[in-house]
């Protein structure tokens, strides 16, 4: 199969993303990989592969950048590429770790949506202390949902979940301020109702205190609610970790039991590790597109491009329409 890669978009690029490329090639024997951008910036941290091809792109595509404008006009940006490769068959999936917007603007306009889909959702795996993790959609794709939005993300979800995740009867839970069926406001009521009718396993809803308990497998939402649960998620993490380094280094004893428990903070650290998961997929789209976190390191674009060749390797965007289409 052939993946298509951002080269030049992320905090760490191009770096961290050619070293993420390479180790993907180094470990999957089945994938090319066509990596888009600048050659001569990432020239630098190269090695010659057979399965590698470069494509050199003169724009790049920033963060600051308006994302539907920036599509059209920066035709021959790294992103923009990338996602025309996707589109015309070139590519059977694609990645990057820029512009949020523009990706999620350039997978409509370019790659397109599967028919029977109302608004594709942004998911991704999020950490549990069981260290199974749980999916979590929509995480900001759309900041307002109707209740058959809802009921779309779930069994988008549930094909995920069983597809790439291996669960025989994944757990959907539906994202409400309390468990009883009758709490929450227009939107989760209605949206509660739905769940219960569609063919999936549904189990009521769930509070986001107990997310990370691992309450269940499949967690839909709206997308403004969504994606303030993952940066809240997201920051209490890197603020829980900044603390309990700060604590550790405040004496020598604390240095000390540091050293004694030195492997256990690793293993930690490794649960609640967005690197291992891979990136945010574009649930929805006639082909998968995969946005890594911003701040990828080599690590965690080598996770994202596992995660896009499982779900070529699973044909989840085929199972998607199927399933929608008899919905």
Same mark, same amino acid.
């Not at 059209?72 to 990645?95: P, Y």
């Not at 069994?155 to 669960?167: N, P, T």
């Not at 569609?198 to 009521?204: C, K, L, R, S």
């Not at 649930?283 to 597109?289: E, I, N, R, T, W």
């Given at each position: 199969?052939?993946?298509? %890669?951002?080269?030049m ?7 961290a993303i050619v070293?993420?490329?390479?180790l993907?090639l180094?470990d ?5 990989i066509l ?6 910036e990432?020239n ?7 399965r ?9 595509i920033e ?8 599509v059209?006009?920066?035709k021959?940006?790294?992103?923009t590429r /990338?996602?025309?490769?996707v589109?015309?068959?070139? &590519? ?5 770790a820029g512009n949020?917007?523009a990706l ?6 370019k %790659?397109?949506?599967i028919d029977g889909?109302?608004r594709?959702?942004?998911a991704?795996t999020l950490?549990?202390?069981?260290g199974?993790g ?7 794709a ?7 939005h809802?009921?779309q ?9 069983k597809?790439v995740?291996?669960y ?6 539906l994202?409400?301020?309390?468990t009883e069926?009758k709490?929450g406001?227009?939107? +989760?009521k ?6 219960q009718?569609?063919h ?7 509070? &986001?205190r107990e ?8 967690? %839909?939402t709206?997308?403004?609610t969504g994606?303030?649960v993952?940066?809240?998620?997201e920051g +209490?993490?890197?603020?829980?970790f900044s /603390?309990l380094k700060? &604590? ?7 240095k000390l ?11 930690l650290? +490794?649960?609640m590790d967005? =690197? ?9 789209l006639?082909a ?12 965690a674009?080598y996770s &994202?491009i596992k995660?896009?060749r +499982?779900m %070529?390797?699973?044909?989840?965007c085929t =199972? ?6 008899k919905a």
């Amino acid at each position: 199969m052939k993946l298509a %890669v951002d080269g030049m978009g992320g905090d760490n690029a191009p770096q961290a993303i050619v070293e993420g490329v390479l180790l993907a090639l180094e470990d999957f024997s089945d994938i090319e990989i066509l990596l888009y951008g600048k050659q001569d910036e990432m020239n630098p941290y190269l090695k010659q592969h057979p399965r590698l091809q470069i494509i050199h792109c003169e724009e790049v595509i920033e963060g600051e950048d308006d994302p539907a404008r920036a599509v059209r006009r920066k035709k021959d940006s790294s992103m923009t590429r /990338m996602l025309e490769a996707v589109a015309d068959g070139t &590519a059977d999936a694609c990645l990057s770790a820029g512009n949020t917007g523009a990706l999620m603007a350039g997978g409509l306009f370019k %790659v397109g949506r599967i028919d029977g889909v109302a608004r594709p959702a942004l998911a991704t795996t999020l950490p549990t202390i069981d260290g199974n993790g749980f999916l979590m959609l929509d995480l900001g794709a759309n900041s307002d949902a109707k209740p058959e939005h809802i009921l779309q993300y779930a069994i988008m979800g549930d094909i995920y979940a069983k597809k790439v995740r291996g669960y025989s009867e994944p757990r959907i839970g539906l994202l409400n301020i309390g468990t009883e069926e009758k709490k929450g406001n227009e939107l +989760t009521k209605a949206s509660f109702d739905l769940l219960q009718e569609g063919h999936i396993n549904f189990e009521g809803n769930v509070e &986001a205190r107990e997310l990370l308990n691992g309450v269940a497998d499949v967690v %839909v939402t709206d997308g403004f609610t969504g994606n303030m649960v993952l940066k809240s998620i997201e920051g +209490t993490a890197g603020a829980l970790f900044s /603390m309990l380094k700060g &604590a550790f280094m405040a004496s020598t004893k604390s240095k000390l039991a540091a050293v004694l428990v030195k492997n256990d903070l690793k293993e930690l650290k +490794t649960k609640m590790d967005y =690197t291992e998961y891979g990136g945010a997929a574009l649930f929805g789209l006639k082909a998968p597109v995969i946005k890594a976190h911003g701040s990828s390191n080599a690590r965690a674009i080598y996770s &994202a491009i596992k995660q896009a060749r +499982t779900m %070529v390797e699973h044909d989840v965007c085929t =199972t998607i329409q199927e399933t929608i289409s008899k919905a």
